[in-house]
């Protein structure tokens, strides 16, 4: 991030509305973190477009940047999470063809011994698609708490921000989200088990 001697983003995107060069400062703070959240939702093929049009839409819109805000980072989330519903249908076709896949998986071990399919089981690799499968089934608003938290790092405030709700609300997606998430993954490794 910034050091204290640097100027807070409200003053640079303030400035940037008479120097729009001053906005590659924005850019500069925080674009690897932006294409990081956008690749863990939708890959690394669009993760560079949308965050590029994140900033884009930032640059655009920021004339009505809220100056009382000193970070512009929640802003910027929001506005990726925007983007990325927007790609909603890939996001939530990567997830299906995630699901297909292990579903191929398990029907090609099923031949495999007992130890086998537990190590399976525990995996990483196999958990992904698993977990990807739960992702695909959460509603939207309660994917987006949920991986603005996990993917992006933000606190509740800076989710409601990003949002444009209340930070109550971000605690009660969160906690519906990983309630069903927790659900969703034990009901299919008890069904594994039988």
């Known amino acids: 991030m910034r050091t204290p001697a640097e100027p807070s983003d409200a003053s640079v995107i303030a400035e940037s509305r008479e120097d729009p060069e001053r906005f590659s400062t924005i850019f500069d703070r ?9 690749a863990s939702r939708l890959g690394d093929g669009p993760a560079d477009d949308v965050a590029a049009e994140t900033f884009l839409t930032a640059f655009t819109l920021r004339h009505r940047y809220d100056a009382g805000r000193p970070q512009a980072r929640a802003w ?3 506005i990726a999470t925007n983007l990325v519903r ?5 996001e939530q076709r990567a997830y299906r063809m995630l699901r297909r896949a292990s579903a191929e998986t398990d029907e090609c071990g099923a031949g495999a011994g007992h130890a086998d399919r537990v ?3 525990v995996s990483a690799q196999r958990m992904q698609p698993r977990l990807a499968a739960a992702l695909a089934e959460l509603p939207a608003r309660d994917r987006d708490v949920l991986l603005l938290v996990a993917y992006g790092e933000l606190g509740y405030e800076e989710v409601a921000q990003a949002l444009g709700i209340r930070a109550g609300t971000v605690g ?9 998430l927790r659900h969703s993954l034990s009901t299919d490794l008890e069904g594994d088990a039988k």
């Open 86 to 90: 927007r790609h909603r249908r890939t």
């Open 30 to 38: 925080y674009f690897a973190e932006i294409h990081r959240y956008v």
């Open 172 to 180: 009660s997606r969160l906690n519906r989200a990983r309630r069903r």
């Open 76 to 78: 910027l989330y929001g």
């Open 119 to 121: 190590a399976d089981m």
